[in-house]
């Protein structure tokens, strides 16, 4: 079910399991504001997920509350993930949900990084 992006930030969603280890995860990344990890069902060849650290629902929420830092270490977190996985030169795509009509369904902002293979159009017909 999509999440309502207003919702408020709920301490038991499963990114924050996963941020605190109660739920296992395979990670790839974890810097002092994000934290990286294969997500569990890959629309890809690749398909990893880079979530911030702090408590934000969404990107609208991230985009209007975090700080300067958080914001910075987190996009650079995002960009490192792809250079680890060799994914600059091919190319790749980054992907944010957000709400009922994005189709967000974990109430942690993440971003999805897909690559490894020809990702096709933008948008399902
Ligand atoms: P959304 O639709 O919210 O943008 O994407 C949520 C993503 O989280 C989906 O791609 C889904 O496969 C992934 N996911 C959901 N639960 C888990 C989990 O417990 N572990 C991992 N690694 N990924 C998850």
Not at 10 to 22: C, G, M, T, V
Not at 100 to 119: M, R, S, T, Y
């Amino acid at each position: 079910m999509p999440i309502d992006a207003t919702q408020r930030y709920d301490d038991d969603n499963i990114f924050a399991k996963i941020l605190r280890s109660e739920i296992p995860s395979t990670k790839v990344y974890e810097d002092d504001h994000a934290y990286a990890f294969e997500d569990i069902n890959p629309q890809a060849e690749i398909h990893t997920l880079v979530i911030p650290k702090g408590r934000y629902v969404s990107w609208d929420d991230f985009s209007a509350h975090a700080s300067a830092e958080e914001i910075a270490g987190f996009v650079r977190a995002v960009g490192e993930v792809a250079r680890m996985k060799g994914l600059v030169e091919p190319g790749y795509r980054m992907m944010a949900n957000i709400g009922a009509h994005g189709g967000q369904e974990v109430p942690h902002l993440h971003v999805h990084i897909f690559g490894g293979q020809p990702l096709g159009p933008m948008i399902a017909n």
